[in-house]
């Protein structure tokens, strides 16, 4: 090899390029590095200087262009499906380069629409015209183990193949699994979207998430025998859900599992301990479900942690396709969008997913305007929520002000949830910047409202009972903070009582933006760019002829 400065001005020759083929092809290949990692590599070590145009018209001239061609993608596609109904594993390989899941992936989110139609087809074993000859340069196959350590043939010279790492395949083999869970659970009618004025399919989910993130909230209140008392309810209703899962459930178990250890590891490992164990007990064997946790218990929390963002995108791209394809009505759009927002401010969406979906439901008219105004204040208030995080309670201040100019435009009893969310803020705001008499007052203004919109043993003032009482006995008010506890004491009784006779949770939750704080920790700079992709979304919108 080469380890003089290459051409005599400075760049690679075709001599050069003609005694480096092998060991770029080599490191293109096998090792699957990017182009810009390949250009570092040659010019640290061999002193071999080319541009980017020149090694790109060097591949396609070798015939290793990095490119994946739709044809190509379509029928990775539909042998991955294939395979994974038959229970295989599958690593993909396009002119004899491995190509990566997540590369893929993003391949599809940004496929245009013929080409995503032609993916989804190729999925359901629906090929289109002319697809009958296969790509030859598509390999898709069973990774290969390592020989046998007993293998003792001396006349057997083999390269072995590297079998490709737990937390590289389980991520992809849930991707897999998932894609087909849904598919047939919606092309079987066995997940119905809500039509106009029914209610939607997928409250169960929320319901159980929205309680497990309340029971997480009574302990940071001081509320700790509560708390837990509440999260083994969730716990227990954990059972019913898994035997009649909504189209959100396994989202929401996953996001679960983050929840909790963002409190305590302990917490996270011993739910998915119990999740999975709960599983094997109830459902077949071969259930998808089964399926998904024997892979997910290999990784643990930090597997989870990790893969949330692929995993939550795959899940959530499959989920869209099959919302987009069928009539619903706006409370289910406006519910998959939050969710879409939620996650990409956590950092577990990427922006690109985030702005196709935002685009084409506004644009598309899937949401109305007045529904897209609406997140724009739901995003606002986490705008909101993570400032106070940060400690900018001067733009919590403002944005909350925002939020409650945009209320008062709107009829009284519009948007009661937004409405007690910013009476929070507002006694958050107060509580940092305030005088105490400010921030007591806001508190029982919170008390108000939430008592108001939801009742006086609604989870949701409970909550709000404890977070005032615990500000008054921090600044000394002990006969108000006195009070409070005896009247949380005597609703938390009804509350459970309500619960035990029902033998589930007291109420349902139907919206994913019910509950008021920030059940995942969420990154200013994601919730700032959602709130500007709104605003320029809306803008646009207002343009359009």
Partial sequence: MSTTPTGHNGWATANDWASQRDYITTLYRDQNKTLKEIMQTMQDNHQFYATVRMYKARFQKWGIEKKIKAEEAVEIFRQQTARAAAGKPTVAYIRGRRIDPDRLQRYRYRAAPLISKKIMRAEKGADDEGSNSRISQVICRTPSPSPSPDTTDSNVSISPRIEEPTELRVPHECMQILRNFINGAFDNGIWQMAAKGDRAEMNGAFTWQHYVASSQGLIRHGRIKEGFSLLGMCFDQYKLQLQQPDS??????????????????????????????????????????????????????????????????????????????????????????????????????????????????????????????????????????????????????????????????????????????????????????????????????????????????????????????????????????????????????????????????????????????????????????????????????????
């Avoid at 089964?290 to 989920?319: C, K, P």
């Avoid at 969710?339 to 702005?355: A, D, K, P, R």
């Fill in 248 to 545: 959100m459930f396994w989202l929401a178990t996953y996001k679960c599992a983050i929840v909790l250890a963002s409190q305590n590891n302990k917490l996270g490992d011993a739910f998915i301990d119990y999740a999975s164990k709960l599983t094997a007990l109830i459902l077949p064997r071969g259930h998808p479900f089964n399926q998904l946790w024997s892979r997910v218990v290999l990784t643990g929390m930090s597997g989870i942690n990790d893969h949330a963002g692929a995993i939550f995108e795959s899940y959530l791209d499959m989920w869209g396709r099959h919302v987009n394809s069928r009539e619903t009505n706006t409370t289910n759009d406006v519910q998959g969008a939050f969710v879409f927002i939620q996650l990409h401010c956590t950092g577990l969406l990427s922006y690109n997913l985030l702005e196709t979906v935002i685009q084409a439901m506004i644009t598309g008219g899937a949401i109305s305007r007045e529904a897209a105004e609406f997140l724009l204040q739901e995003t606002k208030f986490r705008l909101a929520l993570v400032s106070l995080g940060r400690r900018r309670v001067k733009k919590a201040e403002t944005v909350t002000k925002e939020i409650i100019e945009w209320l008062d435009t709107r009829p009284p009893s519009a948007y009661p949830d937004l409405r007690c969310k910013a009476a929070w803020l507002m006694f958050e705001v107060k509580e940092r910047k305030g005088t105490q008499a400010e921030a007591v007052q806001a508190g029982h203004n919170l008390l108000k409202l939430s008592q108001e919109i939801y009742g006086p043993s609604h989870i949701q003032t409970l909550e709000a009972i404890s977070a005032v009482e615990n500000y008054c006995r921090k600044i000394g008010a002990t006969a108000g903070a006195d009070q409070m506890g005896r009247d949380f004491e005597s609703r938390w009784r009804v509350f459970r009582d309500t619960a035990d006779a029902k033998s589930n949770f007291p109420q349902q939750i139907d919206q994913p933006w019910y509950y008021r704080s920030i059940e995942l920790g969420e990154k200013v700079g994601y919730v700032q760019e959602t709130v500007e992709l709104f605003e320029r979304c809306l803008k646009l919108s207002d343009d359009s002829p």
